[in-house]
């Protein structure tokens, strides 16, 4: 018996290192591993490769940092990135990482560049917004209550885009990078109604894509109107000239017309004044 007993703790002892070993590992690599989720996740939502250079969680804090984060361009595209971003800070509530919905109290993603490239009537912007999945009634309502998923649910109180630039390639008028205004949104999902990773994703890139396809609509005006200043200055400036030079010329012909009217209002008003002078001698 007592043999016995010493055999149960012994496979009990082993149990328990067994268990430590692996949430050793799982800790100490759990940075690689949220790394390679991402990757993976955000490359088969987006269809295309993203790469993430590196993760740190610090679980005590309830606070993670991705930093360098990057979107490649789609085939046919002759720019290397489609978007990329210096630093993505996450800090979680700590009360929610062990329920079925994890909340994120707030995203800061800083250092945003993407590269809007134009070929031919279309952009690299909207293919990758035609790529994303159309959430359809049944995705629309994943949430907490879905026991059948085996995907970690989230939720994200806020989220912030600052810093946020993009560069505007086109195939005729070369290139042009300007700032856009900073991206807030709030109550993406809630504790009460978790997303999938995939939808999340879609959640945080379509607002960033939508000011990107507005930003890339000025700035090609923009480029538009430069271009044709180039192209036509030096002539819009000769009709400019010319048109001030009549402009003038009119002006002086309507001064020396008013000059002469003036002069012979004061001759007639003289001779009117010479004639009432010499009825008044004749009076007396």
Excluded at 63 to 81: C, D, H, V, W
């Amino acid at each position: 018996m007592k043999k016995f007993g010493k055999i149960i703790l012994s496979l009990l002892a082993i149990l328990v290192l067994v268990i430590a070993v692996a949430l050793w590992y799982v800790f100490s690599n759990l940075n690689e591993i949220v790394k390679e989720i991402v990757e993976k996740e955000g490359s088969a939502v987006l269809q295309t490769p993203v790469s993430l250079n590196h993760v740190d969680i610090k679980l005590m804090d309830a606070r993670a940092t991705l930093g360098q984060f990057s979107i490649k361009n789609y085939p046919g595209f002759s720019e290397k990135n489609l978007a990329g971003f210096d630093d993505i800070t996450v800090a979680m509530d700590p009360a929610t990482l062990e329920g079925k919905v994890i909340v994120l109290d707030e995203i800061v993603i800083d250092g945003v560049n993407v590269v809007a490239e134009q070929k031919g009537k279309s952009t690299n912007i909207q293919t990758l917004l035609d790529k994303l999945p159309k959430s359809d009634s049944a995705d629309s309502e994943t949430s907490a209550d879905s026991s059948t998923s085996e995907e970690p649910l989230l939720a994200i109180n806020k989220l912030r885009f600052t810093n946020n630039s993009l560069k505007f390639v086109t195939e005729k008028w070369g290139s042009k990078t300007l700032k856009m205004p900073d991206i807030v949104q709030n109550n993406i999902g809630s504790a009460s109604h978790g997303l999938t990773p995939k939808q999340v994703t879609e959640a945080i890139i379509k607002p960033l894509l939508e000011q990107a396809k507005k930003s890339v609509k000025d700035a090609a005006e923009q480029m538009a109107r430069e271009h044709l200043e180039d192209q036509y200055g030096e002539q819009i400036d000769d009709a400019k000239k010319q048109l001030k030079d009549k402009q003038d010329e009119l002006q002086a012909d309507a001064d020396a017309k008013q000059a002469e009217l003036e002069a012979q209002a004061k001759d007639k008003q003289k001779d009117m004044e010479d004639q009432a002078k010499d009825k008044l001698k004749k009076l007396f």
